[in-house]
C-alpha cells in the first residue's frame, strides 16, 4: 500500500525485480530507475499503470519497492504495520 493506492504484494516483488534488473553493477553509478523506463517495460503488472499517469510515479515505484526488500518480513513491510518492532 502507498497512500489510498494498494498493489497485491507478489505484484510489489514483480515490481522490484524489474527495478532492481535495471540498476548498474557498481553501487557507485546507482541511479533511481525512471518510472517511465517502468511503464514501458512489457512485464509491468497493469495494475501499475494507473500509477504510470501520475507525476509522483517515480517515488510511488521506489516506496513499493522497499516494501519488498528480503529482510524485512513480509507483514512489516507494510507501513501500516506497527506490531514488529
Do not use: W, Y
Amino acid at each position: 500500500q502507498d497512500g489510498d493506492l494498494k498493489f497485491p504484494l507478489e505484484s510489489v516483488k514483480k515490481l522490484k525485480e524489474l527495478m532492481d534488473g535495471n540498476r548498474p553493477i557498481s553501487p557507485r553509478m546507482v541511479v533511481p530507475v525512471a518510472s517511465h523506463t517502468l511503464c514501458h517495460e512489457k512485464s509491468l503488472p497493469e495494475e501499475f499503470q494507473p500509477v504510470c499517469k501520475r507525476e509522483d510515479a517515480n517515488k510511488i515505484f521506489q516506496r513499493l519497492s522497499l516494501a519488498a526488500e528480503d529482510d524485512l518480513c513480509e507483514i512489516c513491510a507494510n507501513a501500516a504495520c506497527a506490531g514488529c518492532f
